[in-house]
């Protein structure tokens, strides 16, 4: 299991990052992102914080975490310059809190976080099939979210990805010990979302390499 969008009491989540990383690695996954809530007002406070506590633990747990932050609510045109300065600050992993159903998300974030190229658009509820035939040419990773009320869209983003060939990755979005899945119920989230077995085992694929690929990112700011 891969998990590349979780939060810590850095913003809204209940635990530390070594505890959440600690309950992680229990799970057996293999990779882990911790990716809090920012916009301009604490974005250079978090990236630091998350860069000590992963790089540290990293040497003493089998799970591998990445540091990483998940840009939210921030206004579109806004988007492509914290993108940047989220990588010049260290983080290894951008994350796009997208057009959820479930909460007011401008209109216009799933367009601007495909073409500012961050890692993933979280959560884009109801997608255009235009956006996500982009996300497919620039590589942006669609999420298939395991979080109440975001999930309600899970079946629209699994097909367009499935008809444009747009990546996806299944992430939690973990805010508490009680949001943490395991293989098996991970699987059973692709299937509920209209995704075969095979889809299911691409898409872990797919976080795998995404997990390396930041990891190989410097976390020096």
């Known amino acids: 299991m891969v998990d590349l969008h979780t939060h810590s ?13 600690r309950r992680v690695d229990v799970l057996g996954h293999e990779y882990l992102a911790i990716t809090d809530h920012a916009d301009d007002s604490n ?13 540290r633990v ?3 747990f089998r799970l591998q975490t990445i ?3 998940e840009l939210t609510h921030v206004p579109p045109p806004l988007i492509p310059e914290l993108v940047r300065e989220s990588y010049a600050m260290g983080a290894q992993l951008v994350v796009i809190h997208g057009e959820t159903l479930v909460e007011p998300v401008a209109e216009g974030t799933n367009l601007a976080a495909i073409q500012a190229v961050a890692d993933i658009l979280a959560h884009p ?3 255009r099939e235009e956006e996500a035939r982009l996300a497919e040419e620039r590589g942006v990773h669609l999420e298939i979210s395991a979080r109440k009320g975001h999930c309600l869209a899970n ?3 699994a097909r367009m990805a499935l008809k444009t060939g747009a990546r996806l990755v299944l992430n939690t979005d973990a805010h508490d010990p009680s949001d943490l899945i395991d293989l098996e119920f991970a699987r059973s989230v692709a299937l ?5 077995p095979d889809d299911f085992e ?18 020096t700011a």
């Open 9 to 21: 009491l850095f913003s809204d989540g209940g635990l530390l990052p070594t505890e959440l990383m």
């Open 43 to 55: 974005l250079d406070w978090i990236i630091p914080r998350v860069i000590k506590a992963t790089e």
């Open 58 to 60: 990293n040497r003493y």
């Open 67 to 69: 540091a990483g932050i």
């Open 125 to 127: 509820g109801l997608i």
């Open 155 to 157: 079946g629209h983003v």
């Open 192 to 196: 509920g979302s209209g995704l075969s």
């Open 202 to 219: 691409r898409m872990m694929s797919n976080s795998r390499k995404l997990a390396k690929k930041a990891l190989a990112r410097s976390r």
